[in-house]
Nanobody, 125 residues
């Protein structure tokens, strides 16, 4: 079992920055791939970014490339999502998730086994 707690969300003006954190407990955090997803009102939960256990490999959805950076600190059991140049369309509830399976980085929600409760990010224009 893995428990995930997100924090760092809030209200920010367009062009601003936020850093989300996801603290993990339970299983050995450093063994697993981690992902960030977001869900806007009335829409499906969508992939944002993912990172391998070592942090060497990352993946991003096209709309956030060059603006968002995913990273992790295995010593602290935390994964981060640094979000810069925020846009109103980034407004959503952001979730972190753990993929305990094998293979490459995944972008589909079905591949992730544990989820946090989410943190709201609101970007005003």
């Amino acid at each position: 079992q893995v428990q995930l707690v997100e924090s760092g969300g809030g209200l920010v003006q367009a062009g601003g920055s936020l850093r989300l954190s996801c603290a993990a407990s339970g299983r050995t955090f450093s063994n697993y791939r981690m992902g960030w997803f977001r869900q806007a009102p009335g829409k499906e939960r969508m992939f944002v970014a993912a990172i391998t256990w070592s942090g060497v490999s990352t993946a991003y959805t096209d709309s956030v490339k060059g603006r968002f950076t995913i990273s992790r600190d295995n010593a602290k059991n935390i994964v981060y999502l640094q979000m810069n140049s925020l846009k109103p369309e980034d407004t959503a509830v952001y979730y972190c998730a753990v993929d305990i399976g094998g293979g490459s980085l995944k972008t589909g929600t079905a591949f992730y086994d544990y989820w946090g409760q989410g943190t709201q990010v609101t970007v005003s224009s």
